[in-house]
Structure formats: structure tokens, C-alpha cells
């Protein structure tokens, strides 16, 4: 059975840094693109950033780019997402993501999600 196990998630103020992990269980981790979404309330899920199988490729919405950082550590079978200069429209519940695909930017080849981690920004 597949799991992945967000943390890190919490409130924090504009500007401040959080960083989210993912554990991930159950599944081959170097053959899998990770990656993170987010849905604020009222809002569509949409995506935030992947990291290929091996690392070496890295995707960013336009929102979140030079601010947010992913990465993985396949010692560990966890991905994580550095982020810096957190503003107020970042607030969201932020999900972890599982693909067999080579790329992913959007939601249509996710096979697997994790519960969630909520992202709160005050100004």
C-alpha cells in the first residue's frame, strides 16, 4: 500500500520560511516523479513544483518560482519543499504527489496523494 506522509506544515508570517517533507512508503521511490500541489480554500487545486525520478529536473509553477525549492533524498524516500518569502496567497492545504510519469506539471497522471499538510501565511 502506497503511502506518502506530509509534515512541516503550521503557521508562519509573510516572508517567513517553511519547509514541507514527504515520506513515501510502498512504492519503488527512484521511479517515481514527486511533486507538490496546493488548494486554497474556494480555489482549484493547482500545481506547485516536481522533481524527476533522479533529481536532475526540477518544475515550478510561475507563483511560487525563486522562491520555492524542491528536492529528494532517495536514502531517505522523502521529498521536500523549501519555502522562502512566504506571502499571504500561498496559504493552502499542500499535497504530495506520487507519478509514474516522466514529467509532471498538472493533476492528470498523479497516482497517488497524500492527506495534506495545511500552510497558513499571515500578513
Known amino acids: 500500500q502506497v503511502q506518502l506522509v506530509e509534515s512541516g506544515g503550521g503557521p508562519v508570517q509573510a516572508g517567513g520560511s517553511l519547509r514541507l517533507s514527504c515520506e513515501a512508503s510502498?512504492?519503488?521511490?527512484?521511479?517515481?516523479?514527486m511533486g507538490w500541489f496546493r488548494q486554497a480554500p474556494g480555489k482549484e487545486r493547482e500545481f506547485v513544483s516536481s522533481?524527476?525520478?533522479?533529481?536532475?529536473?526540477?518544475y515550478y509553477a510561475d507563483s511560487v518560482k525563486g522562491r520555492f525549492t524542491i528536492s529528494r533524498d532517495s536514502a531517505k524516500n522523502t521529498v521536500y519543499l523549501q519555502m522562502n518569502s512566504l506571502k499571504p496567497e500561498d496559504t493552502a492545504v499542500y499535497y504530495c504527489?506520487?507519478?509514474?510519469?516522466?514529467?509532471?506539471?498538472?493533476?492528470?497522471?498523479?497516482?497517488?496523494w497524500g492527506q495534506g499538510t495545511q500552510v497558513t501565511v499571515s500578513s
Open positions: 504527489v506520487a507519478s509514474s510519469s516522466m514529467v509532471v506539471t498538472t493533476s492528470t497522471y498523479i497516482e497517488y
Open positions: 522533481i524527476s525520478r533522479s533529481g536532475g529536473s526540477t
Open positions: 510502498g512504492l519503488t521511490f527512484s521511479r517515481a516523479t
